[in-house]
């Protein structure tokens, strides 16, 4: 499978931005995702960001894309508690249907 | 159901023993996957199908696993002989137009 790189943790204070990022291998990745999974439940999509963008916001969450590094990052900002979890990046080459997972970065926030 | 409905959600089984996990997609959706979580690891693509027919079943880890979709609907995930490496959580999702919805995961224990 393609390789999707994630650092494995993070931790930031209440009410702070975080920031999540991701490098992935396939250049002909039409689509890049970030999922959240919270213990003991699946994963669950929060946002994607098509290859031909470099930028996309969602309320809290603000997605970066440089292509020519192959790199993705999440950006949460005003962090809450709830927003603790495990976050993976995923993408969705041109080739096919298949996606591919990071290992996940576990997100903790400090009250 | 609203979501991918995954069972059993637990299952504990002794090494050598035969295990059937089902998946149960979002009404209408026609691709579902499985995929298989080990502890602290993001999920591995295991196969695909597209209707009743399995369109890429290249993750399957070897001929102990099969994957069955015979009316286009319900899946299950057929494990045998099973070994302790098995142990691990195996998600299932279901797509209609790109974006991934998982179910809970089966959380396979082998002794």
């Known amino acids: 499978g393609e390789d999707v790189e994630q650092s494995l943790f993070l931790s930031v204070r209440e009410g702070d931005s975080s920031v999540i990022n991701c490098t992935y291998t396939?250049?002909?990745?039409?689509?890049l995702y970030w999922y959240k999974q919270e213990p003991g439940a699946g994963l669950q999509l929060l946002t994607y960001?098509?290859?031909?963008?470099d930028m996309k916001q969602d309320q809290r969450l603000t997605v970066l894309l440089n292509k020519k590094d192959k790199h993705l990052s999440l950006r949460i900002a005003d962090t809450q508690t709830g927003d603790s979890a495990i976050y993976f990046c995923a993408e969705s080459p041109n080739t096919g249907n298949q996606f591919y997972f990071g290992t996940g970065t576990s997100l903790t926030v400090i009250p | 159901g609203a979501g991918v409905s995954q069972t059993p959600s637990n299952k504990v089984t002794e090494k050598g023993k035969y295990v059937e996990l089902r998946c149960d997609p979002i009404?209408?959706?026609?691709?579902l996957y499985w995929y298989r979580q080990s502890l602290g690891q993001g999920p591995e693509f295991l196969i695909y199908f597209q209707g009743t027919g399995a369109a890429d079943d290249s993750g399957l880890p070897n001929d102990r696993f099969f994957a069955v979709r015979p009316e286009g609907s319900v899946s299950t995930l057929k494990i045998q002989r099973t070994e302790r490496g098995d142990s691990a959580v195996y998600l299932c999702a279901s797509s209609l137009q790109g974006e991934l919805f998982f179910g809970e995961g089966s959380r396979l224990t082998v002794l």
């Open positions: 960001i098509f290859s031909n963008m």
């Open positions: 396939d250049s002909s990745s039409t689509y």
């Open positions: 009404s209408g959706h026609t691709a």
